[in-house]
Nanobody, 121 residues
Framework: QVQLVESGGGLVRPGGSLRLSCAASGSIFSIDVMGWYRQAPGKEREFVASTPDGRDTNYADSVKGRFTISRDNAKNAVYLQMNSLKPEDTAVYYC???????????????WGQGTQVTVSS
């Protein structure tokens, strides 16, 4: 069983910064990708950033240069440093862990409960 717990959301003014954290519990898997998604009111959930190992990273174009994803494998945690925040970054941010099963040869997604980020003056 995999559980993900996010923290670090809140209210921030435009141009400000926030750091989100996600702690994962459960078994250790050899192949997994951890990342962040977000969902704004009235919109579909969208990809923000991901990393399989903390070295290789992927970002949505809308956050490149402003957000940084990092991963601490020893702590089984992933972080999202968000700088130069804009009102359009306002959303519920979800931690995601995608685990590959060699047995089933397929990926399974696990989600946290989400944390609200509001960017407003």
């Amino acid at each position: 069983q995999v559980q993900l717990v996010e923290s670090g959301g809140g209210l921030v003014r435009p141009g400000g910064s926030l750091r989100l954290s996600c702690a994962a519990s459960g078994s250790i898997f050899s192949i997994d990708v951890m990342g962040w998604y977000r969902q704004a009111p009235g919109k579909e959930r969208e990809f923000v950033a991901s990393t399989p190992d903390g070295r290789d990273t992927n970002y949505a174009d809308s956050v490149k240069g402003r957000f940084t994803i990092s991963r601490d494998n020893a702590k089984n945690a992933v972080y999202l440093q968000m700088n130069s925040l804009k009102p359009e970054d306002t959303a519920v941010y979800y931690c995601n862990r995608r685990i590959y099963s060699h047995y089933y040869q397929s990926w399974t997604d696990y989600w946290g409960q989400g944390t609200q980020v509001t960017v407003s003056s």
